[in-house]
Structure formats: structure tokens, C-alpha cells
T-cell receptor, first 116, second 112 residues
Framework: EAGVTQFPSHSVIEKGQTVTLRCDPI?????LYWYRRVMGKEIKFLLHFVKESKQDESGMPNNRFLAERTGGTYSTLKVQPAELEDSGVYFC??????????????FGEGSWLTVV | GESVGLHLPTLSVQEGDNSIINCAYS??????FIWYKQESGKGPQFIIDIRSNMDKRQGQRVTVLLNKTVKHLSLQIAATQPGDSAVYFCAETAGGSYIPTFGRGTSLIVHP
């Protein structure tokens, strides 16, 4: 069974440009999460989808970030325009929809974004 | 605000030694705890979890201890191997939330 897949794995863009990250969750997983880790810091929650609906987007830094999950399958995270402080690794994760709390979530390998 | 944090950012051990990675949490409502391992260039991988109604859980070469009184969690790795070198994160959820809150991570370096 395929795990969570993300692409691109690495991206280097200039300040002011746009980048779109894509995540394909594990098949059948209704929960999809985006997290971000800035160098040397904690992994911070960005948002959570249940199917196509945004359940919690309290971690989104500002309106330069837009996440979508069309049809409840794959998700995209767009940063427009990118700023230097957006550099970091963006992780996507998924989990099945079941009893809340205590579900293991499965992470992708991350999209490593560098804004120069 | 509530947070999950770690005592030591870096831990260096010799191959074969036992490793102990510590984590403090502040949310008294936390009821589920997870340890993740992140190897260089990869995403966090689940290692072991524990619910708040337990104080110890063992896996293969790993043991998680939970002390709710002092809000402390630890991960013990027996006979540490070079392949255990990674950043280890503790995470917690509370009140039935699906969303783990992560700490900053501890870098474990195993010297052969």
C-alpha cells in the first residue's frame, strides 16, 4: 500500500513567486493534515481536512497560504507570494476517520521549500 | 499557552548504550502521547504511543514511560544503534482531538 506522497520533494523559489505543494494521502484516509517545520524548531500544525472540508485551519500563518482538497482526495497548499520566512519543510499526513483521539497519523516525506 | 517541549535538544550516546529522551508537557488535558522518529530527509515515523490510563508501554527495544503527576514523558531506547540516529519528537492530543501537538525535537547522535 502506498504511503502519503508529496511533491515536489524540494523547491527553491525567489521571494514573491508562487509555489504549490501537493499531497496524496493514503487511500481511504479521510483525515488530511498539513504541518510545517522551520529549521530547528517544532513541527507546527497548519490545518486539518476531513474529506473536502476544512475542519481546523487555526495554524495557517496568514492569507498568503491557501489549502484545498478538491473531492476529498489529494490536497494542495499554495503559497503566494512566498516570503523568506516561509522556508522550511512542509509535511502532509493522513489518518483514517474513526474514533477521535489516539489515531496514528502517517506522514509523508515532506516538501522542502527554500525561498531566496 | 499550552505547549509540549523537550529538556535536551541534542543527545550523544555510544553504540550499545541505552538512550533516554525526555519530554515535558503542560496541558493537563492531554490524554494520548506519541513518539515519532524523523531521519534525515524523511518525514516523522510513528514509533510508539501511550494513553493516559497507562504509565508504561514497551515495544521492540523501545519503552515509553508516562508520569502524569509531573507531566513528563520519556522514550527509552535499549542497545542504541547507529540507525537510531535521528530527531525524536514527542506529540500529544487532548480531548479526543485528531491533531497532535509536537514539541521541538531532540537530536539523537549515536557514535559507533
Amino acid at each position: 500500500e502506498a504511503g502519503v506522497t508529496q511533491f515536489p520533494s524540494h523547491s527553491v523559489i525567489e521571494k514573491g513567486q508562487t509555489v504549490t505543494l501537493r499531497c496524496d494521502p493514503i487511500s481511504g484516509h479521510d483525515n488530511l493534515y498539513w504541518y510545517r517545520r522551520v529549521m530547528g524548531k517544532e513541527i507546527k500544525f497548519l490545518l486539518h481536512f476531513v474529506k473536502e472540508s476544512k475542519q481546523d485551519e487555526s495554524g495557517m500563518p496568514n492569507n498568503r497560504f491557501l489549502a484545498e482538497r478538491t473531492g476529498g482526495t489529494y490536497s494542495t497548499l499554495k503559497v503566494q507570494p512566498a516570503e523568506l520566512e516561509d522556508s522550511g519543510v512542509y509535511f502532509c499526513a493522513s489518518s483514517p476517520l474513526g474514533p477521535s483521539g489516539g489515531n496514528t497519523i502517517y506522514f509523508g516525506e515532506g516538501s522542502w521549500l527554500t525561498v531566496v | 499557552g499550552e505547549s509540549v517541549g523537550l529538556h535536551l535538544p541534542t543527545l550523544s550516546v555510544q553504540e550499545g548504550d541505552n538512550s533516554i529522551i525526555n519530554c515535558a508537557y503542560s496541558n493537563s488535558a492531554s490524554d494520548y502521547f506519541i513518539w515519532y522518529k524523523q531521519e534525515s530527509g524523511k518525514g516523522p515515523q510513528f514509533i510508539i504511543d501511550i494513553r493516559s490510563n497507562m504509565d508504561k508501554r514497551q515495544g521492540q527495544r523501545v519503552t515509553v514511560l508516562l508520569n502524569k503527576t509531573v507531566k513528563h514523558l520519556s522514550l527509552q531506547i535499549a542497545a542504541t544503534q547507529p540507525g537510531d540516529s535521528a530527531v525524536y519528537f514527542c506529540a500529544e492530543t487532548a480531548g479526543g482531538s485528531y491533531i497532535p501537538t509536537f514539541g521541538r525535537g531532540t537530536s539523537l547522535i549515536v557514535h559507533p
